[in-house]
């Protein structure tokens, strides 16, 4: 990768692990749907901007519409829900670790899935121990050990598994032939269309208090920083350096969130959540490959 693509990569990983502390801050004063109505409704907003003051067209042709609502169910709707709902019990470097199982679920949906991404020795391996690291996670509290609700843990699992599957999805938007910007607006438009009615069904935010001044800067930092030019890093990392570079952030996500929750938000991780951070990230590490290759290359006589 150029040192471009490395510093847009530290800054999305510093966006992307904002987003548990952010969440976390507005989970104060709103329920979890509205806020992410909030998050993809702004960000909406802010790249349609974007798209008109750079004079790109708004394509509304029915094979683009029928990719990005896909898109928008399993890369927007589903984990968003799933997560911020699991924040209402859980830390927001805990969160974020979960989330980091998001490669390992992706390497099992594309074996199982595709024929040209078939899981290699190392990638299984790094699934094993990346799973194994989840059962620490788990374990404890299913046990009862600590007072961490399994309903929530759960819930993060489930949206690293949508993630797996909104990559697997995302795979038809390349021959589309699509802007990063006109990508990330379509699929938070349609997410913005299908979140509404259901917002105003369970939580009727009419009847909610206006909230106070921290929880609306952390939904204008979730919905400008993390979510629209978040986005369009994402998308822009993709194209230029491809999707195996670009699960490197995977790693540098939970740094943030942990980071900003323990200094922010005083949040402190159970050891056995360090111990299963560490199981997933030897396996990222394994799934990744290029810190094995690097080792054997250098043992390999001149």
Known sequence: M???DWGLLL?????WGGTFFFVRVALDDLPPLTLVLLRVLIASIALLLVLKATGQALLFRRDIA??????????NLIPFTLIFWAQTALPAGLTAILNATTPLFTVVVMHLCTT????????????????????????PAAAGALDTPVWALLACLGA?????????????????????????????????LLMAPLVMTTEHPWTLAMPGKAAIAAVLALAFLSTAL????????????????????????????????????????AWTH?????????????????IWKRLTAERRPA
């Open 66 to 75: 029928a990719v990005m609502l896909g898109m928008a169910i399993v890369n």
């Open 230 to 269: 978040g986005y369009i890093l994402f998308f822009r990392i993709l194209a230029s350096a491809g999707p195996t570079n670009l699960m490197l952030v995977t790693f540098l996500i939970p740094v943030t969130a942990i980071f900003l929750g323990s200094v922010f938000l005083g949040e402190r991780l």
């Open 11 to 15: 800054l999305l990983s510093l966006l």
């Open 160 to 192: 690293a598994l949508s993630y797996a599957f909104s990559a697997l999805w995302g795979r038809r938007i390349k021959p589309l032939g699509l802007s990063p910007v006109f990508t990330a607006w379509a699929q938070l438009t349609w997410t913005t």
């Open 2 to 4: 150029s040192a471009r």
């Open 116 to 139: 040209d991404e078939k899981a290699t020795a190392n990638k299984l391996a790094g699934v094993l121990l990346g799973f194994l690291g989840v059962v620490v996670l788990i374990g």
């Open 274 to 290: 360090i111990a299963g951070m560490v199981l997933i990230g030897i396996g990222l590490a394994a799934i990744d490959g290029r």
